[in-house]
């Protein structure tokens, strides 16, 4: 199971918990996850975010693999100059 | 209307037909095609297009082209002689005194007129002298120590 | 990756492959291009920072003699406005479009309603006069205060924000929040809180050469484009987007750039040049005046940042909260996010939250500006934690070092950091002669740190083995930098041959596989590692052909020093790539390889600098005396046009911590769009930069490189600010910290009542 870190102001709107548990594989699949948990928390989550796994962020991720022990991130995206 | 003008332009006799009003920066590019002369702001304030009008620094978007009629332009593009570069355009390069490059053509023109009336310039003298060019990318420290460097190279004292 | 290995082109300096092109105006930049059939597009732009268009009348204009096409937002497909809908009205490319050409409203004083093409500047320019635009004059909004206080006009009054439930519409783009921990409770361990609020103006990234193209289309809907950008892939695909056309139809051929900073990231000119293009059939030449770059491109606008941060008398952090308001401009999409994840990312903080929100003005569409978002950020906590230490009696420096992120701290945006080099930075400033040099009278010492993620993204290489011998190599990227010079140093290294040997060509959208964008200081390093994975492609296809020659297995060979080796035996004499490269058409054809990757593994950087002032009691004026940036650059593959970012980086910092600014007059109009009002640095303003690269290699790249360009614009401003607090016991939170500001300060201190 991955650990997974939400951003608190998604947490709120979905159920509460900013760490959970998820099966993972890889971020697609995590997503998938999630979304059954919390329905309509994946729509918000995929295309919009980045992803950081174990500490490496990903600013578009689908088939990133997610390890049992992968610790996974949200965070807003970013632009570079 | 249009006026023909006969001018020297990197020791070359040219004559060409210039629109009333405009700049001889303008006339290099547009109708000379020697873009080697940059616009950075057309208004005197950033040196992107100095050359030498007989013998003076000038920017080129604030002088008209009618101008220099009979006189003498040199542009960045004459600065090398046939295969051999300009001991300031070595140094730039091996100094790598240029990021983007967009600035550098001014920046050696306006080196070399400096270099021409003080062979032996203080970094100081080397700043305020080029204070009217502007660069954006090196923070001019590797633009200063080339300009010295090739100073030094002018004079013999290196090698 | 060893630190042991020694290397032949790594860390050396060579001359760039384009520099003699660039030092006798052979380059051709964005506005050196011309066509025989070529016209002249020029754009009319609002008078005003708010306003509705009514009507634009256009006949008089047409009908001039020499103009061949006139064109309004009317002209551009409004593909967006389902899509937008759905997206609540925050769709980008809606954006894009918009900003590209006004529709209903101009947003801002600069902001494009009209265009022409003719066979003059002077034709298009007189043209433009005739153009009769008729605006309804709308109330606007300028800055944060006004932006937020009820009953503001609103930029967009059909917007809602983002992030705030149950919100209604506002001129807030949108709201974010991130963090760890409870900072209620780490503020109630701390000994010392301190709480402050920081601003900062409006500043332009400032490149010399401003935007520029050249379009030429055909009556079968093809489109050709010269254009200066950070990314021919990113002209290729916004435009594509905003005409709807399709990407192959659609040839984008990177010019030379003069300077970009981020602000090149995006388009402004050649949907516009297309589109007349089209309407014309003629090619189209853009290029917009000084004054152009300044009211309607790039700039990053003004901040407020509320900040508090809390620590122990061990001087150990305990919480941080900050609460961040950045202006976007007049479409909203600020680098708030950024400013928000990078604001306390230096440190280790137990219990850290801040909270962003993106604000529209009527003011250009902000870039992106080099780091994005984090030297606002920096300015703010950097000024706290110099306060900080000075309460604690601390020495700045290792204040910072007791906080220091490192590998495994939980980083203030989310994960845990893997290995940065932020401890050995630091350490580097502390050892550093500058650090403990003897000042003089009004004169001040500052340090700061910074932080910046960089960026990986997708990268297209191409590595082409000549029949001689020598390499030739297709980049995506145009070169802003002297990014040639390091692909070419990383292609010699990988094949053992001589740098000489190889050239590095930024190849068109036609040309190399699909390359973001030249920004996030992503170059050396993805591209870099694109290029890496082609060549050694090249150098498996090699010591098969060796192998072939041999009549062994392929395994039995492999390449050192620009030779393929027999394993095991001195016998049969090793093959050179020249002998290689020659029979390459006997042993199975030309040698060539591609790769196309998103990179993995950036390597997060970080910078500190040490900065003296002397500040001049009369006048108020800063001088900077000496200045040292210190930074991990993974690995410098060539070290000068690392130092070259650091020294530039450091030098545009100054500039917006001294000087720059817009400044706008009640109408909302810019009122210093030159160089002569808007100063930037020049020679005699500033010292010798020096520099310090520490080498903390990033294990995911093969020679350890991590980005390195936007990393040294982000301590400039604390470093600057510390030091003038240093040198006048006066502490500055606004921007910029121009004679006459200071000078008040100052008097201010001096006279009798103050404390
Ligand atoms: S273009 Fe002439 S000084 Fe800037
Ligand atoms: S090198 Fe880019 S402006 Fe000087």
């Not at chain 1, 870190?5 to 996850?33: H, K, M, T, Y």
């Not at chain 1, 928390?41 to 390890?67: K, M, T, W, Y």
């Not at chain 3, 051929?253 to 007349?276: D, M, N, Q, R």
């Not at chain 3, 082409?464 to 140093?489: E, F, H, Q, W």
Request: proline share 6%.
């Amino acid at each position: 199971m991955a650990r997974v870190i939400l951003p608190q102001a998604l947490a709120d709107r979905f159920g509460g918990e900013v760490q959970l548990e998820i099966e993972g594989g890889n971020v697609r699949a995590l997503l998938a996850a999630l979304d059954a948990r919390y329905p309509g928390i994946g729509q918000e989550l995929e295309g919009r975010v980045a992803v950081a796994i174990d500490g490496e962020i990903h600013n578009d991720p689908l088939l990133e693999p997610v390890e049992e022990q992968s610790e996974v991130h949200f965070l807003p995206r970013l632009a570079g100059g | 209307m249009k006026r023909h003008i006969s001018t020297t332009i990197d020791g070359e006799a040219l004559e060409f037909l210039s629109e009333d009003g405009q700049t001889l920066l303008d006339a290099l590019r547009d109708v000379l095609l020697k873009t080697g002369t940059k616009e950075g702001c057309g208004t005197g304030d950033c040196g992107a297009c100095s050359v030498m009008l007989d013998g003076r620094l000038v920017c080129s978007c604030l002088v008209l082209a009618a101008e220099v009629e009979g006189a003498s332009v040199e542009t960045v593009e004459g600065l090398a002689e046939a295969g051999e570069l300009h001991p300031l355009q070595k140094r730039f390069l091996e100094g790598a005194a240029l990021q983007c490059g967009v600035c550098t053509p001014g920046f050696l023109v306006a080196a070399k007129a400096l270099l021409e009336i003080n062979p032996d310039p203080s970094e100081k003298e080397v700043r305020y002298w080029l204070a009217g060019n502007l660069c954006r990318c090196t923070g001019y420290d590797k633009i200063i120590r080339s300009v010295l460097d090739a100073a030094a190279d002018m004079r013999g004292e290196t090698e | 990756m060893s630190d042991e290995k020694k290397f032949r082109w790594v860390g050396t300096r060579p001359i760039r492959p384009d520099g003699v092109d660039k030092v006798t105006g052979r380059a051709q930049y964005g506005a050196d291009f011309a066509l025989p059939d070529m016209l002249w597009g020029r754009v009319l732009r609002s008078p005003h920072a708010h306003a509705r268009i009514l009507s634009i009348e256009t006949g008089a204009a047409a009908a001039l003699e020499g103009v061949h096409a006139v064109m309004t937002g009317q002209d551009l497909p409004d593909l967006f406005a389902e899509k937008a809908a759905a997206a609540g009205g925050h769709d980008d490319s809606n954006n894009l479009a918009h900003n590209v050409m006004a529709r209903d409203k101009a947003l801002y004083h600069g902001h494009a309603v009209a265009a022409v093409a003719a066979t003059s500047r002077e034709i298009a320019e007189r043209a433009l006069e005739l153009i009769d635009v008729e605006y309804e004059v709308l109330p606007h909004v300028l800055d944060i205060h006004a932006a937020l206080a009820p009953g503001a006009p609103l930029v967009h009054p059909d917007r809602v924000a983002q992030g705030i439930e149950n919100s209604g519409p506002s001129n807030i783009a949108k709201r974010l929040q991130i963090g760890h921990g409870d900072p209620e409770e780490g503020f109630a361990e701390a000994d010392e809180i301190i709480e402050r609020e920081f601003s900062t103006r409006p500043v332009h990234q400032g490149y010399i050469e401003p935007h520029a193209c050249l379009a030429q289309t055909t009556q079968d809907g093809r489109v050709t484009l010269w254009s200066s950008s950070q990314g021919h892939f990113m002209v290729r695909d916004y435009t594509a987007k905003l005409l709807d056309i399709d990407l192959s139809l659609v040839r984008v051929i990177p010019a030379e750039i003069g300077g970009g900073f981020g602000g090149k990231t995006t388009v402004y000119l050649e949907p516009i040049a297309v589109s007349l293009s089209r309407k014309s059939g003629r090619s189209v030449k853009m290029v917009m005046s000084r004054e152009e770059v300044f009211r309607a491109s790039g700039p990053t606008l003004g901040t407020r940042i509320k900040i508090k941060v809390g620590v122990t008398r061990e001087g150990v952090l305990t919480a941080g909260e900050a609460t961040l308001h950045y202006e976007g401009g007049a479409f909203g999409g600020s680098s708030v996010g950024a400013g928000c994840m990078t604001i306390f990312a230096p440190y280790a903080f137990p219990h850290v939250r801040s909270t962003g929100y993106d604000i529209m003005v009527n003011k250009p569409k902000g870039a992106a500006y080099r780091a994005p978002g984090a030297p606002m950020a920096a300015f703010a906590l950097e000024t706290v934690m110099d306060e900080l230490a000075q309460r604690l009696e601390i020495d700045p420096v290792d204040f910072r070092l007791r906080n220091a992120a490192k590998e495994g701290t939980l980083a203030s945006f989310g994960p845990r950091y893997r290995r940065i080099g932020c401890v050995e930075t630091l350490e580097a400033v502390r050892d550093h002669p500058h650090y403990s040099a003897p000042l003089g009278p009004n004169q001040g010492r500052g340090v700061a740190l910074g932080f910046w993620f960089n960026a990986g993204l997708q990268s297209s290489a191409g590595v082409n083995l000549n029949p001689d011998g020598t390499v030739t190599v297709l980049s995506g990227n145009p070169d802003i930098g002297g990014s040639r010079a390091s692909l070419a140093i990383m292609t010699a290294e990988e094949l053992g041959i001589e740098y000489e040997h190889v050239d590095v060509m930024v190849a068109d959208t036609h040309a190399v596989g699909y390359t973001d964008v030249t920004g996030g200081s992503r170059v050396t390093f993805a591209t870099g590692m694109a290029i890496i994975e082609a060549v050694r492609d090249v150098m498996g296809q090699l010591c098969q052909r060796a192998a072939a020659v041999w009549e062994v297995d392929a395994e039995r060979v492999s390449w050192h020093e620009g030779e393929a080796r027999l394993d095991g035996g001195f016998e049969p004499a090793p093959l050179g790539l020249a002998e290689l490269a020659k029979n390459a058409g006997k042993t199975g054809g030309p040698i060539s390889a591609r790769a196309a990757l998103t990179a993995r593994g950036v390597g997060m950087g970080f910078g500190a600098h040490i900065c003296d002032v002397e500040v001049d009691p009369e006048t108020g004026r800063i001088d900077v005396i000496r200045y040292t940036a210190v930074q991990d650059a993974g690995r410098a593959i060539h070290p000068s046009y690392v130092e070259g970012q650091m020294q530039g980086g450091a030098v545009q910092g100054i500039g917006w911590a001294l000087n720059e600014e817009y400044v706008f007059d009640d109408e909302g109009r810019v009122q210093n769009p030159g160089f002569l009002d808007y100063r930037i640095p020049v020679a005699s303003d500033v010292p010798m930069i020096d520099t310090v690269i520490v080498e903390v290699p990033n294990p995911a790249h093969p020679y350890g490189v991590r980005g390195v360009g936007e990393v040294p614009i982000v301590p400039p401003i604390p470093a600057v600010v510390n030091a003038v607090h240093a040198a006048t016991g006066i502490r500055f939170c606004d921007l910029p910290l121009s004679p006459a500001r200071v000078l008040a300060r100052l008097d201010e201190a001096r006279s009798p009542g103050s404390a």
